[in-house]
């Protein structure tokens, strides 16, 4: 299959695409649920991230199923790149999202998945769901089609840009709560000492006003449990893009805001995302802490 023929938004290359992503999530879950509980060879760690050697060997396995979908687009990964990263199409990929729960055997980690193409070369594509503005895009690349995937719950959302989220095929909403202080947020805290210390304040600032904090440490997931409704809210201030490109789009076609700012050359964000009705009330909660200038 040739992507750059086709339009971003016909559906049939796009579930196409989609359906092999899931085949290369599935598999990659696989051998993550296998060893769950084994002991992990460790590539390196430093003090608030660890990367094992599983990670490369989920990446070239998913590497392979994208490969055999779409010769021609580019990978971009958390843990290795293939091709022309600047081609029209690109995925990027998170083989493991959540490392260091998986490390310590916590079951809450996924695979994340997703389709982008170049902004500037196609194409308008219908039902775009997002801020205005922004387009639903991530540097010069839009997301068109995502997947998240938690081995251990055995739980599967999808989205195509235009479309419904689903979650194990079933279409699901962001929550529609408007009072702060009934939400559940998540926050991230990155593994730079810097957006750590901005984080705090912000932390200081919400906690009392919401119901609870959570930190879950899986970014890809958290944007996932926002599109489900489980989570009210998501906001970090350093995260990258692997993380979050499939997450967005979940969130986006899933009713809810996905917030996003560059804060790096290397592919970094801060990001907000929740319901429609929750960013300025968090924006004012949390000021002048958040954003900060990059």
């Known amino acids: 299959m040739n992507p750059s023929s086709r339009p971003a938004h016909e559906a049939r290359f796009l579930k196409s695409a989609l359906r092999e992503a899931e085949t290369a999530a599935r598999a990659a879950g696989s051998l993550l649920r296998r060893h769950l509980l084994a002991g992990k060879k460790v590539q390196s ?52 999202d959540g ?25 308008e594509v219908r039902g775009v769901r997002g801020r205005p503005g922004t387009n639903g895009q991530l540097g010069e690349y839009q997301t068109q089609a995502g997947l998240v995937y938690d081995p251990f719950c055995d739980e599967l959302w999808t989205a195509i840009r235009g479309g419904p989220a689903r979650l194990n095929g079933r279409v699901i909403r962001a929550g529609s709560r408007t009072k702060l ?29 919401v119901r609870k904090i959570r930190m879950m440490g899986a970014a890809a997931l958290d944007l996932a449990y926002v599109a489900t409704g489980r989570l009210d809210a998501y906001l970090e201030g350093g995260v990258r893009i692997w993380d979050i490109a499939a997450g967005g789009l979940l969130v986006e076609c899933a009713g809810g805001e996905f917030w996003r700012e560059p804060i790096s050359n290397d592919h970094g964000y801060r990001v907000l995302a929740g319901n429609r009705s929750l960013r300025s009330s968090i924006e004012r909660a949390v000021a002048p802490h958040w954003p900060w200038d990059a």
Not at 53 to 77: F, K, M, N, S
Not at 99 to 123: E, F, M
Request: charged share 25%.
């Open 45 to 96: 760690a430093v003090q608030h991230d660890i990367k094992l050697e599983l990670d490369v060997r989920c990446q070239r396995l998913i590497e392979r199923h994208l490969r055999r979908a779409l010769p021609e687009a580019a990978i971009l990964g958390e843990e290795e790149s293939y091709g022309d990263l600047e081609t029209d199409w690109r995925w990027v990929v998170d083989p493991i």
């Open 99 to 123: 490392t260091v729960n998986y490390t310590y055997g916590i079951p809450h980690a996924c695979v994340s998945i997703a389709l982008q193409c170049k902004w500037d070369r196609p194409r």
């Open 181 to 209: 202080g009934e939400c559940v947020i998540a926050m991230g805290f990155s593994k730079g000492t810097t957006a750590i210390q901005r984080m705090l304040p912000v932390f200081q600032r919400l906690l009392p006003r």
